[in-house]
């Protein structure tokens, strides 16, 4: 068997009586599209943040592309992952164009000048037009990046992402802020890249229904993985209600679908109309 | 005109200031850069006035002026760079406690010191025309390495100003970094004080890089013109001084805003008169 891109054991993050994540232990293969769903809280952010290496967990055991993630390793490992988080905050006030916000993700700007002087740096500029390319962004390469609309920036950022072209991807919400157009365009696009370069890419997304048709499974988190419904399968009545609590409807969906989508966490009688 | 410029490019004590001046803009209109990328205009005003405790020392204990509080502005850097942190304090708050406590130890420690060992009004605003030899060769070693430290790491300190966390995702030693870059602002802060004095040091420390803000579209444009600005308002502002007999900091620093103002209203003008506004 091909050893895993990514591959977690028994980790746990957060304190004893408050853990964040407990018991997880998950495995994806190289040009797998996997997407992550689960309540506010669950630990879906942690869990990207702990597999890009940002934190490290207090229990549990990680290899990355089959190398053990650790404190030696993580910088030489992180070279060949792309990471969206989440945008919480206003982006700072940084005159630059889009063109030098996708170049911030290229290899040479994470090594040292003495690093940097053996990198290849002849096609740079075409991988930078390559990733705004992908998404739709060439046309505003020389705009100012703080002039762009929040979608817009959040296409610069995956960009950004993509431009060092990674094995593994790992996105938070990376539909936040896009219109239903380019939502499906950045999921076409994903699978796209699973398919043809064998790219690993580990999705947060809340929308069930919208990713459906494009990704390989879904985990279903909520501290740990409480199931991973593969193409075809149905995900169970009581794992929606173990996540998301009992008072959520649960509607029949698309045959081709993974999952059953919930579609409110309100209990009926609370509903009215206006 | 011309007679004026021979007078000031012929004057011995001008003629002295220049070089250390000219290589003071070079450096601070780079890691000015950095300064407003990072939001650490606060740091430099913190780090300028604790150089007071470093000179009060050198003082004291008869050290060399310069390299001693070169060394305590770059330890209270570095400890403002860990405190936020570790103790859990924001780092607005540990500014301003560092701030005051090491003023007050170099306010102590200057008025126990034989008056005429200490110039207070130079170490407070500054003069370029009493730098000693020594003092340029310390200000030439320390450009040096900032400027091979911008060199090194300033592509890794942009990606970090941009997004601390992505940047930490791609593999950037953010931590260590992180404590690089105040160390070596704490530097710069330093060898600025025998030019703008530790009350006007946060100028030259903004102003250069904030007149360049409203122009600049990439790291090296914008790099090219916080050059340009810094170096203008340090020729500019020492042949004021030497036109009016004026002290040659505050003259510098002044330059340096009439620039500022001039290019943020040319920009104003430009979005608000000159394009089509939106705006209600």
Same mark, same amino acid.
């Given at each position: 068997?091909? !050893?895993?891109?990514?591959?977690?054991?028994?980790?746990?993050?957060?304190?004893?009586?408050?853990?964040?994540?407990?018991?997880?232990?998950?495995?994806?293969?190289?040009?797998?599209?996997?997407?992550? $769903?689960?309540?506010?809280?669950?630990?879906?952010?942690?869990?990207?943040?702990?597999?890009?290496?940002?934190?490290?967990?207090?229990?549990?055991?990680?290899?990355?592309?089959?190398?053990?993630?650790?404190?030696? *390793?993580?910088?030489?490992?992180?070279?060949?992952?792309?990471y969206l988080h989440q945008v919480q905050s206003k982006l700072p006030d940084i005159p630059l164009r889009v063109r030098d916000v996708v170049a911030m993700g290229l290899s040479s700007y994470n090594t040292s000048l003495f690093q940097g002087l053996f990198n290849d740096k002849s096609n740079e500029q075409e991988k930078? !037009?390559?990733?705004?390319?992908?998404? =739709?962004?060439?046309?505003?390469?020389?705009?100012?990046?703080?002039?762009?609309?929040?979608?817009?920036?959040?296409?610069?950022?995956?960009?950004?992402?993509?431009?060092?072209?990674?094995?593994?991807?790992?996105?938070? =919400?990376?539909?936040?802020?896009?219109?239903?157009?380019?939502?499906?365009?950045?999921?076409q696009l994903l699978r796209k890249l699973c398919d043809e370069q064998d790219m690993t890419v580990l999705m947060v997304e809340h929308d069930i229904a919208a990713i459906t048709s494009y990704v390989d499974s879904v985990a279903c988190l909520n501290k740990n993985i409480h199931y991973h419904a593969k193409k075809g399968?149905?995900?169970?009545?009581?794992?929606?209600?173990?996540?998301?609590?009992?008072?959520?409807?649960?509607?029949?969906?698309?045959?081709?679908?993974?999952?059953?989508?919930?579609?409110?966490?309100?209990?009926?009688?609370?509903?009215?109309?206006? | 005109?011309?007679?004026?410029?021979?007078?000031?490019?012929t004057s011995p004590v001008m003629m002295g200031a220049l070089f250390p001046a000219l290589l003071i803009a070079v450096v601070t209109s780079s890691m000015s850069m950095m300064v407003l990328a990072h939001r650490l205009s606060f740091l430099t005003v913190g780090v300028s006035h604790a150089s007071l405790a470093g000179?009060?020392?050198?003082?004291?204990?008869?050290?060399?002026?310069?390299?001693?509080?070169?060394?305590?502005?770059?330890?209270?850097?570095?400890?403002?760079?860990?405190?936020?942190?570790?103790?859990?304090?924001? =780092?607005?708050?540990?500014?301003?406690?560092?701030?005051?406590?090491?003023?007050?130890?170099?306010?102590?420690?200057?008025?126990?010191?034989?008056?005429?060992?200490?110039?207070?009004?130079?170490?407070?605003?500054?003069?370029?025309?009493?730098?000693?030899?020594?003092?340029?060769?310390?200000?030439?070693?320390?450009?040096?390495?900032?400027?091979?430290?911008?060199? $090194?790491?300033?592509?890794?300190?942009?990606?970090?100003? %941009?997004?601390?966390? !992505?940047?930490?995702?791609?593999?950037?030693? *953010?931590?260590?970094?992180?404590?690089?870059?105040?160390?070596? $602002?704490?530097?710069?802060?330093?060898?600025?004080?025998?030019?703008?004095?530790?009350?006007? *040091?946060?100028? +030259?420390?903004?102003?250069?890089?904030?007149?360049?803000? %409203?122009?600049?579209?990439?790291?090296?444009? +914008?790099?090219?013109?916080?050059?340009? %600005?810094? $170096?203008?308002?340090?020729?500019?502002?020492?042949?004021?001084?030497?036109?009016?007999?004026?002290?040659?900091?505050?003259?510098?620093?002044?330059?340096?805003?009439?620039?500022?103002?001039?290019?943020?209203?040319?920009?104003?003008?430009?979005?608000?008169?000159? =394009?089509?506004?939106?705006?209600?």
């Open positions: 068997m091909n !050893t895993p891109v990514v591959h977690l054991s028994h980790v746990r993050f957060g304190s004893d009586k408050k853990p964040v994540l407990e018991h997880l232990s998950l495995e994806v293969g190289a040009g797998h599209f996997m997407g992550i $769903i689960g309540p506010n809280g669950a630990g879906k952010s942690t869990l990207l943040s702990i597999i890009a290496g940002l934190i490290k967990p207090d229990a549990g055991h990680i290899d990355l592309f089959g190398k053990c993630l650790n404190k030696r *390793t993580r910088r030489k490992l992180q070279r060949d992952l792309g930078i !037009t390559h990733a705004l390319d992908l998404v =739709e962004m060439t046309a505003h390469q020389t705009s100012d990046f703080r002039r762009l609309s929040g979608g817009q920036q959040q296409r610069v950022r995956l960009a950004r992402a993509l431009v060092r072209q990674p094995k593994l991807l790992l996105l938070d =919400e990376p539909s936040a802020a896009l219109d239903s157009r380019h939502q499906e365009k950045l999921y399968d149905t995900i169970p009545d009581e794992v929606w209600r173990e996540m998301y609590g009992d008072h959520v409807n649960i509607v029949a969906h698309d045959a081709s679908c993974i999952g059953c989508a919930p579609v409110s966490h309100k209990p009926p009688h609370e509903h009215h109309h206006d | 005109m011309i007679n004026f410029l021979e007078a000031f490019f000179l009060g020392i050198a003082v004291t204990l008869s050290l060399p002026l310069l390299p001693t509080a070169a060394v305590t502005a770059v330890a209270v850097a570095l400890l403002l760079a860990l405190m936020p942190s570790r103790q859990g304090i924001n =780092e607005d708050a540990g500014t301003g406690v560092l701030f005051a406590g090491s003023m007050a130890l170099g306010v102590m420690l200057i008025s126990n010191a034989n008056s005429y060992e200490v110039d207070l009004f130079g170490l407070l605003f500054g003069n370029i025309l009493t730098v000693s030899e020594q003092d340029t060769t310390w200000i030439t070693w320390g450009s040096v390495f900032v400027l091979l430290a911008l060199l $090194i790491w300033a592509k890794s300190w942009w990606s970090m100003a %941009f997004d601390m966390i !992505t940047a930490k995702a791609s593999g950037i030693a *953010t931590s260590r970094l992180r404590l690089v870059l105040y160390g070596v $602002i704490g530097l710069t802060v330093v060898m600025c004080v025998k030019l703008a004095g530790i009350v006007l *040091t946060t100028g +030259l420390m903004v102003l250069p890089a904030a007149c360049a803000w %409203f122009w600049g579209r990439s790291m090296f444009s +914008l790099w090219a013109l916080s050059l340009t %600005f810094s $170096i203008i308002g340090t020729l500019g502002g020492l042949m004021w001084s030497y036109q009016y007999d004026l002290p040659s900091g505050a003259s510098i620093i002044a330059m340096l805003c009439l620039l500022f103002i001039a290019s943020w209203l040319i920009s104003w003008l430009k979005h608000h008169v000159f =394009e089509v506004s939106h705006d209600f």
